[in-house]
């Protein structure tokens, strides 16, 4: 699974840690993530994230 890196302050979404914090449990990919999730640090929205190229 892909990480995602938040575009307005540099968190990375990473789906084998989920977001603890947002009621995310790991292993859930970012497409798999609700519509409404923001990010924790910022509160940016989904789409303000991009794929890291790894």
Request: one cysteine or more; proline letters at 9%.
């Amino acid at each position: 699974m892909k990480k995602y890196e938040c575009t307005m302050c540099g968190y990375i979404y990473d789906p084998e840690v989920g977001d603890e914090d947002g009621g995310i449990e790991p292993g859930v990919a970012f497409e798999d993530l609700p519509e409404d999730w923001v990010c924790p640090l910022c509160g940016a929205e989904k789409s303000d994230f991009e794929p890291v190229e790894e």
